[in-house]
């Protein structure tokens, strides 16, 4: 088996770590610096977009921080990271959420980009306070999105809502401060983090 991780310290890419240390694999990490190292041809030949994360298991390229982690979940099913296949709604519900609406909705209004009202039908997100409502909404009092257990979709929206706590996008109720400190205190969290932590210095932007 052969699972190949590229990176970088400050990105998305924490994401697929901390997925990555959840399943228990063996893998070999690459950092890339931002601009040359992922502009580089033989890095554009795994991601056209020339961005981070990517993973390469077996010959398999997959991009994209929410099919890296729906993806490990399924190769590494003995890590029980998703539901069963008759029981995915929700799961797929709120991964796609995550990874469509949410992103949107965070991205732009960190970029001071707002839609016009008249527009809100045209934006998968409609606008930003919808979707943050809806966000919101989803996070448990106790346990996990999907209830008892843990799964794959605590790494990629859990990883979008600590970034939004930080970044000034969602706001730090006790209720998601809660949920953060249950997720965060995960041993796959703290080896994922302590590992990116080091990278810093030597791969971090500006280097
Ligand atoms: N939709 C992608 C976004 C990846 C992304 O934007 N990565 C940023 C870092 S967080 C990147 O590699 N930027 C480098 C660049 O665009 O030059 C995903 O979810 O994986």
New binding site residues.
Partial sequence: MSLVFYT?PM??GRIARWMLEETGAAYETRFLR?GPD?NAPDYAAINPM????AIVHDGKVV????AICLYLADAFPQADLAPRLDDRAAYYRWMLFAAGPWEQASVNQSLGVTVPPEKAAMAGYGDFGRTLGVLMSAVPKAGYLLGEKFSAVDVYLGSQIGWGTQFGTIPKTPEIEAYLARIQSRRGYVRASEADNAAMAEFGPGN
């Fill in positions: 970088n990105s998305r931002y992922m020339r961005k981070v994360p991009t994209e921080c929410a």
